[in-house]
């Protein structure tokens, strides 16, 4: 029961998530650059060195930036899948484990596809591009 | 957390503000000279450095430990590990095998090779062959030893004699190359991710003492990364795949290769280390022969999920032209002799007309792929041939007839029309429920390559002899399989020649 207990918290969560997500485009137009709106505040407090190495960034941030506030853990748990479909879990997958870096499917300053697009007609519905 | 790596900052600033030599100057120098004769700088130096990361380099990472290695370094170029290596069938040939001793299959190392020398056309390597049949038993322990699980039952594949073909539980090589990563990183193997090898970098006597890498490297990004020289003491081994997805380089050889045309491979198989290796004398073999998988389908990208479902259903199943209703093929004749057949499948005005393969339901859902087929639409379950014939516009008579005429070759154990071995089809008669996909033949492998010899050493087309401290192995080499290689039996080569190159680099 525990266990399931887990997963409709879980699912709850991802349900809530994707419901703000989906709700609108989360890509807006801030000062010079685009950025998600949930994370706003970076943006207004143009605080670039949260996720890149400088705050005049040139360069793609390190792969384990995003792991600086998310916790990838949970983000294996709110993605998990029925026992048929476990290898689904893009974080989580049966070709790369937990190695792919995030930026590979989810783009900060512009739209991305799952990466598994390029060869499965998966939908992730809950994926904001 | 892990400790953040701090290797980017003010770099591309830092670069246009000092210019390379300025970097250079930057570098501290330590022994040998160039073949230029400038004095040779450093920036980091491993003991084996291992370009690649699917089986080849895996497999060479966990043999160089085993034959004591304190410093091995795997770099890969995309972001993740494992290349074409993690998005294969997992399908693993050898001979005298647990399985086959369960089975009661009868095989050798001799056996398979003559296999493989049938497909390849009469220009296959014999030796290479040879030498991977005899150890491939080996390889397949290693995936074991690391925690590989397979099925629990052998494969008869396309232009095998009989079946020796184990697949990973996941029906994919990323069931190898995930636990082979495990055991590496438990070994101590260093495995970086976006480091694009560029040059191999020579001493005076022409033998490879170290690699030059654009580290921080972001495939398909305006980010081209930093470049680096890496000392290696003992060995380069190059592990980087076929050039699948090098549309420009496979259509030199083979104009008929064009964008439109699919490919199975991820798109970092782009072969620029072969080419390296050609610059700096290997010799090139058989680079026109590009294999096309005749498993795949046009309704998915890649290798997706009805490749591997295909593979294992073709001996029970028939393949049907639609335009005429009947059989076109023998459904595992050897690849090439498939990909043709199927390409000349076409319309009235010449455009593609994709054939279908017909499978009983009962059958088909013996393989996990199946459930997937039919849940992501790229294969269909169907009541009646009549419902088939509907859906994909085949005259339903002759469709009839083949499907009445093909059980009496199952019923006799013998196929008249296309001389297809009836062994694995034994009392799995075509019944309704069916399943049905749809096939056309992607871009898969590329036989071609440098030519290395049974130690994995690359010869040099100018001294014939091997060039030193430089080693290949896997899909980059070429010439072993001739112009078709059978499937399943890339695993085996990637990991005995990997393993092979190890032990090369480890004697000195």
């Not at chain 2, 390379?20 to 501290?28: D, E, P």
């Not at chain 2, 038993?137 to 594949?157: F, H, I, K, R």
């Not at chain 2, 795949?241 to 782009?270: H, M, S, W, Y």
């Not at chain 2, 009549?386 to 002759?398: D, G, H, R, S, T």
Request: hydrophobic content about 35%.
């Amino acid at each position: 029961m525990k266990k399931y207990a887990r997963y409709l918290l879980a699912g709850l969560l991802v349900v809530n998530l994707a419901g703000i997500c989906l709700a609108e485009n989360t890509l807006k137009q801030y000062d010079n650059i685009k950025g998600r709106t949930y994370h706003e505040d970076l943006y207004v407090e143009k605080q670039c060195d949260a996720c890149h190495t400088s705050n005049e960034p040139t360069l793609f941030p390190p792969d384990d930036s995003c792991l600086e506030c998310h916790e990838y853990e949970d983000l294996v748990e709110a993605t998990a899948r029925e026992p048929d479909d476990v290898w689904q879990n893009p974080h989580n997958n049966l070709h790369y484990g937990k190695d792919i870096p995030c930026m590979e499917c989810h783009g900060e300053h512009s739209r991305r596809e799952p990466m598994c697009a390029d060869c499965h007609n998966f939908s992730y519905t809950k994926h904001n591009n | 957390m892990t400790q953040r790596k701090d290797y980017q900052e003010g770099r591309r600033k830092f670069l246009i503000g000092m210019g390379t030599a300025g970097l250079a100057a930057m570098t501290v120098p330590v022994t040998a000279s160039a073949a230029s004769g400038k004095k040779q700088t450093w920036d980091l130096e491993h003991e084996v450095v291992i370009i690649g990361s699917g089986f080849a380099g895996l497999a060479a990472a966990i043999e160089a430990k085993r034959k004591g290695a304190k410093d091995v370094v795997v770099f890969e170029k995309m972001p993740m590990f494992g290349g074409n290596s993690a998005v294969n069938g997992g399908l693993f040939a050898a001979p005298n095998t647990p399985l086959q001793d369960k089975e009661g299959v009868k095989d050798s190392p001799e056996i398979m090779l003559k296999d493989q020398m049938k497909s390849g056309r009469g220009v296959a390597d014999r030796t290479l062959l040879l030498h991977i049949a005899k150890h491939a038993g080996e390889a397949l322990q290693m995936t074991l030893d690391a925690g590989a699980e397979y099925l629990p039952y052998l494969q008869q594949l396309g232009g095998h004699s009989v079946p020796r073909t184990y697949q990973t539980t996941v029906a994919c090589g990323a069931g190898i190359v995930q636990p082979l990563i495990k055991k590496c990183r438990k070994l101590g193997v260093s495995l970086i991710n976006r480091s694009k090898f560029e040059h191999l970098l020579l001493d005076d006597t022409g033998k490879v003492i170290g690699v030059t890498l654009r580290q921080n490297y972001y495939f398909g990004y305006d980010q081209p990364g930093k470049l680096v020289n890496v000392r290696a003491k003992r060995g380069v081994l190059i592990a980087t795949g076929g050039f699948a997805q090098n549309i420009g380089l496979r259509q030199a050889q083979d104009p008929t290769l064009t964008a439109e045309v699919g490919c199975t491979n991820p798109k970092g198989a782009t072969g620029e280390a072969m080419l390296e290796m050609l610059q700096k004398g290997a010799v090139p073999v058989h680079l026109a022969y590009i294999q096309s998988g005749p498993w795949a389908s046009p309704d998915e990208g890649g290798f997706g999920y009805v490749s591997n479902y295909s593979i294992y259903n073709f001996p029970h199943s028939i393949a049907v032209n639609c335009r005429t209703g009947q059989r076109f093929m023998n459904e595992i004749a050897d690849r090439k002799t498939r990909a043709d057949a199927e390409l000349a499948c076409r319309d009235d005005t010449g455009k593609p007309l994709p054939p279908i393969m017909v499978t009983s339901y009962k059958h088909a859902k013996k393989h996990p792929n199946c459930k997937k087929v039919l849940r992501y639409g790229v294969g269909w379950k169907f009541v009646s041939l009549e419902a088939i014939a509907k859906k994909f516009n085949i005259p339903l008579a002759p469709l009839k007839k083949q499907v009445e005429q093909y059980n009496g070759y199952v019923r006799a154990g013998k196929d008249d029309q296309f001389g297809k071995s009836m062994k694995k089809a034994k009392d799995k008669y075509l019944e309704a429920p069916f399943t049905v996909v749809r096939l056309w033949p992607k871009v898969h492998y590329c036989q071609g390559g440098v030519q290395i010899n049974t130690l994995a050493e690359v010869i040099s087309s100018m001294t014939w002899k091997p060039i030193k401290g430089l080693l290949a192995a896997g899909e980059v080499t070429g010439g072993c399989h001739g112009v078709s290689r059978l499937g399943s039996c890339s695993i085996p080569e990637c990991m005995v020649m990997g393993m092979t190159a190890a032990r090369t680099i480890m004697k000195g």
